[in-house]
């Protein structure tokens, strides 16, 4: 709010002079609506002088004997990481700021404006819940086609999920058989070594998804339980899901729901369908701007036919899970540690658990999710998956 009075007169000039009371506002979604200790500075357009004030606990500052006329307007705020923090639920340093050109302040007047700062979005996509472990058929077989990724929006503002990608990770979850080994490119912490990767597709502002909103991208986009020939019990209807990785292929193999858009297939070195570990994935959401710049690379000591592998460099990863067999299969850790530094493991696969990120606070109704980079800390196993959901 922009407000001020007459206080007093110029004697030799018969200029009146007015307090001006500017209030900052932090963006919506922040825990508090007035910005302490921010900077503002007011510029007169005719007579290039500038004077600053440091806004107080309830947002004002304070400008005594202003000479009305056009007014050029600055307020600017630096948040620590800490501060950021409990105002947004991210930890990140952010600089917020607002301007106002030409404003009339005219002497006597009682008016208002507002003075909301500005700035990017603090926090990012994080994946919220990776449902893995597939689910038993009534007759005691197994089924994997229920799989579903959902990604939610943890900042504070809008995001756009075209052009996102995601990816599985190379490598075993755990020694799955007596002979499994990690993987050979485990030595390389400054890379992830994908396996087969997907594309949100979009012009750039096609999937807007709001603070606190996420989508779901389901391996078969079906309500698996209410259909015989899937799997009546499957715990997920993912008729609705956003989007689905299709595989196709000659043999017809994948299902494909003409009501759900597809995943665009960027490099694929799976099988009919995008399945990943049941006993555990690795996964990654990034984004760049020219894929085919990234490195393909031989897996060492794997046959010539065997595909090679994408090495995505650290930097351009938003964020990552990792799932391995058991507690005791640590050694098999396929994320770099700088990305990573933990993983979670389900009872066993074919249970229907799903790996959920946790919730860390609540500002203002939004939903904020942990984020400290540690699979460990940020998710947690859950009997039944939570689509579009925390109930």
């Given at each position: 709010?922009?407000?001020?009075?007459?206080?007093?007169?110029?004697?030799?000039?018969?200029?009146?002079?007015?307090?001006?009371?500017?209030?900052?506002?932090y963006p919506d979604l922040y825990a508090e609506t007035y910005a302490e200790n921010a900077e503002v500075t007011i510029t007169s357009v005719e007579r290039d002088e500038s004077e600053s004030a440091t806004t107080d606990e309830n947002g004002f500052a304070v400008f005594s004997d202003v000479i009305p006329g056009n007014y050029n307007i600055r307020a600017?705020?630096?948040l620590s990481a800490d501060e950021a923090l409990e105002l947004t639920g991210n930890a990140e340093e952010v600089s917020l700021s607002v301007s106002e050109s030409n404003v009339n302040l005219i002497s006597g007047a009682n008016e208002t404006m507002p003075l909301k700062l500005r700035g990017s979005a603090v926090g990012d996509?994080?994946?919220?819940?990776?449902?893995?472990t597939g689910s038993q058929r009534p007759e005691g077989g197994n089924y994997f086609n229920d799989q579903f990724h959902e990604i939610y929006n943890n900042s504070t503002e809008v995001l756009y999920a075209d052009g996102l990608y995601i990816a599985d990770v190379f490598g075993p979850a755990g020694q799955i058989n007596p002979n499994t080994e990690p993987t050979p490119f485990q030595d390389d912490?400054?890379?992830v070594y994908l396996n087969s990767v997907w594309k949100v597709p979009g012009s750039g502002t096609d999937y807007p998804i709001e603070p606190g909103e996420s989508f779901i991208i389901a391996q078969t986009a079906q309500d698996h339980r209410d259909n015989p020939d899937l799997n009546p019990n499957s715990p997920v209807n993912l008729g609705d899901a956003d989007f689905?990785?299709?595989?196709?292929?000659?043999?017809?193999?994948?299902?494909?729901?003409?009501?759900?858009?597809?995943?665009?297939?960027?490099y694929f070195t799976g099988?009919?369908?995008?399945?990943?570990?049941?006993?555990?994935?690795?996964?990654?959401?990034?984004?760049?701007?020219?894929?085919?710049?990234l490195e393909q690379v031989a897996v060492p000591d794997a046959h010539s036919e065997f595909p090679p592998r994408i090495q995505l460099p650290n930097e351009l990863v938003i964020d990552a899970f990792e799932a391995l067999q058991n507690s005791q299969s640590g050694d098999y850790k396929r994320i770099p540690l700088d990305i990573d530094s933990g993983f979670v493991s389900a009872s066993g696969t074919y249970t229907s658990e799903s790996a959920r990120r946790v919730t860390e606070r609540i500002i203002d109704g939004r939903?904020?999710?942990?984020?400290?980079?540690?699979?460990?800390?940020?998710?947690?196993?859950?009997?039944?998956p939570t689509p579009r959901s925390f109930d």
């Open positions: 709010m922009l407000a001020f009075s007459l206080t007093s007169c110029d004697s030799n000039s018969d200029i009146n002079t007015a307090e001006v009371r500017l209030q900052v506002e600017e705020i630096e996509f994080v994946i919220k819940e990776v449902y893995y912490q400054d890379h689905e990785t299709y595989n196709q292929r000659d043999d017809d193999r994948d299902v494909d729901n003409p009501n759900v858009t597809n995943m665009e297939r960027v099988g009919f369908t995008w399945l990943v570990p049941v006993f555990g994935p690795g996964l990654v959401i990034f984004r760049v701007d020219d894929f085919d710049s939903r904020i999710l942990r984020n400290t980079g540690n699979t460990s800390e940020d998710f947690e196993i859950i009997a039944t």
